[in-house]
């Protein structure tokens, strides 16, 4: 039975969306439950599992030197290259081992209240379908190689492990200030598009929409196009981001203890009433409380981006 959302959450049971906040409008099929989680995982067939290998031989043609090495020693803890699609429940026994987490199949995307519960319970959500070959370089929504290839091998990290669950835990405070968007916008320029700065001048990619696609994993360390901007939790939650394209703006942390502290010891009752409903910053802004690492031309942005055949330079 699901409860409302209240200041004292009971995180094993799944919260009532309140009807005044504002989430996307998912229609859930009918053969999951109010959990989202499907009866069982896909049986891939041989051409889906060879899909799954030729991305991840393309991935790891990139990555080393660019992705954290987090990343890449999750990546080997886990074996996620032994062949084809990982078997769920096998992954789940040894990321238990490691973190407490696990991963299960939903159908879809999945509202936001559901999503935040899995993670509040250390449960990572992964799409239960693989891209076809027609869709090889680029899908909207995110499949099977976005979330577990992308997501997944950071949950072999302790303090990362742990960011992830408390992120869950912020989403159903984040509902009652009706500020999704802006917990969003963290999640985007953290989870999904972060960056570490490993070393000096070495900065790599820890975000799962960077390091599952060849194009974005190169630009966000490299190219001169992007700003490159030390994390400033309250300066990312009120910035735009970009869905369909690559990032005009990229955030950095200097480890994943900074994160956590930047977050975790974050006072949200205070920030999320002192929000606005939208964001204040574009995508591409600098401001002056920024730390810069790299002031971006942002030559790919005023060309046009991906619809204009503009190079990621």
Do not use: C
Not at 117 to 143: C, K, S
Not at 205 to 218: C, N
Request: glycine share 8%; net charge negative.
């Amino acid at each position: 039975m699901a409860t409302a959302i209240t200041d004292d959450q009971d995180y094993t049971i799944l919260p009532d969306l309140p009807e005044d906040v504002f989430t996307a409008p998912l229609k859930k099929p009918e053969h999951v439950g109010d959990d989202w989680l499907e009866p069982a995982q896909t049986r891939y067939s041989s051409e889906e599992d060879a899909i799954w290998d030729d991305l991840f031989e393309r991935q790891m043609g990139v990555l080393p030197g660019r992705a954290a090495t987090a990343f890449m020693e999750g990546l080997e803890k886990l074996d996620l290259g032994r062949g084809g699609v990982p078997e769920f429940g096998k992954m789940s026994e040894e990321l238990d081992a490691l973190t407490g987490w696990s991963v299960v199949p939903v159908p879809m995307l999945i509202p936001d209240h559901v999503f935040f519960w899995h993670l509040a319970n250390r449960r990572f959500p992964a799409g239960n379908f693989i891209r076809t070959r027609e869709t090889f370089d680029y899908i909207q929504e995110p499949d099977v190689f976005h979330d577990v290839f992308g997501h997944v091998p950071m949950l072999t990290d302790p303090v990362f492990a742990d960011y992830m669950q408390e992120y869950g835990r912020a989403g159903w405070k984040a509902m009652r200030y009706n500020r999704l968007k802006a917990l969003g916008a963290l999640y985007w320029y953290t989870v999904e598009f972060g960056l570490i700065e490993e070393a000096p001048d070495d900065i790599r990619a820890y975000g799962a929409g960077i390091l599952s696609g060849p194009t974005e994993v190169v630009f966000a360390t490299e190219a001169q196009s992007p700003n490159r901007i030390m994390l400033n939790v309250d300066r990312v939650m009120r910035t735009d981001y970009v869905i369909s394209d690559l990032q005009p703006t990229y955030f950095v942390i200097e480890s994943f203890e900074d994160l956590y502290r930047q977050t975790v010891e974050r006072d949200f009752d205070r920030l999320y009433s002192n929000l606005a409903p939208a964001f204040t910053y574009a995508n591409s802004a600098v401001i002056d409380v920024d730390y810069v690492l790299n002031r971006g031309t942002q030559e790919y942005l005023l060309r046009g981006g991906r619809g204009s055949g503009a190079k990621p330079v």
